[in-house]
């Protein structure tokens, strides 16, 4: 499970985003997603489809830690607790959007890993004329950082920006395979700055007219081969994840994450081609509608 998407009162708003439910993502990482309002009743019906359908097949969560009787009495708890939300960090040089409310936007696409993810990421990047812009935490996928090479060499001006930091070893090492076979292709990487913890966006902008927000990352797992998952408790099991992809069409919203990724503080360092950049935030979705 990899999905951060919350629907609230059955769809009278649907928030996709990269941002877990933790301190470092609501205070040191950069992320991004949308809150989509109700007028777009197709997003919150396919997302409620894949949670139910989830939620019949989930097995029960049994807690592994032990509570004090003072935890367990606020916890269960009914009555109505103070929340109590710290300010934003103010960061030097940091370029940050705000929120944005944004009309008139047509979503063109709303896609769950791992059901034929892949394919139709393929299809989508296949689908590119002119230019690419992708700003995500990791590139770990091999077909995908070879597609990344194509489209480049193919005379695509891609632009990727990713993350300075990786949590998971593994994970660290397969982006690094990545954007040295990337970097000696002839593509240029920037990376994040320093004063996030990690880079959490999961963004990319083809053509300058679309814009997909996925809560997954280009990696084996988020984008798995295959249409058939067997149960974690199978012997075939294949290690994938649970994702959502939302594909947008409106200049707003290219036009608020070009200005994003293009107010970059170019510092490169020792030669990686590794270099500051600028900051994005969650923005929202008004009069959201979906394409015929």
């Known amino acids: 499970m990899h999905s951060k998407v919350i629907v609230i009162d059955r769809g009278t708003k649907t928030s996709i985003s990269s941002v877990n439910f933790s301190k470092t993502s609501f205070m040191y990482n950069r992320e991004a997603g949308v809150v989509i309002d109700s007028r777009c009743e197709a997003v ?3 997302v409620l489809g894949v949670f139910d359908a989830d939620w019949a097949q989930a097995m029960d969560y049994v807690p592994t830690d032990t509570y004090s009787s003072s935890q367990m009495a606020y916890i269960n708890s009914s009555a109505t607790l103070p929340v109590n939300v710290p300010p934003p960090r103010n960061i030097n040089g940091a370029y940050v959007t705000g929120l944005k409310t944004i009309d008139s936007v047509s979503i063109i696409n709303l896609y769950t890993s791992p059901d034929f993810a892949l394919g139709t990421l393929q299809e989508s990047l296949g689908s590119v004329q002119s230019s690419l812009r992708l700003m995500i935490y990791q590139v770990t996928d091999d077909g995908l950082c070879d597609s990344l090479l194509n489209l480049s060499q ?28 990337l970097i000696n292709g002839g593509m240029y990487i920037q990376s994040m700055p320093t004063y996030y913890d990690f880079s959490h966006q999961k963004i990319w902008i083809i053509d300058s007219k679309e814009v997909h927000l996925s809560t997954g990352n280009w990696s084996p797992h988020d984008y798995p081969l295959g249409s058939t998952f067997p149960p974690h408790t199978s012997s075939d099991w294949i290690d994938a994840s649970r994702n959502f992809v939302v594909a947008m069409a409106s200049e707003e919203i290219v036009d608020c994450l070009e200005s994003y990724s293009t107010k970059t503080l170019s510092v490169e360092r020792n030669g990686n081609l590794m270099t500051e950049a600028s900051l994005f935030t969650i923005f929202i979705l008004e009069h959201a509608r979906s394409e015929e």
């Open 44 to 46: 919150a019906e396919f």
């Open 154 to 181: 193919s005379g695509i001006n891609v632009t990727l920006l990713v993350s300075r930091h990786i949590f998971d070893y593994s994970d660290w090492k397969a982006a690094q395979d990545c954007y040295k076979k």
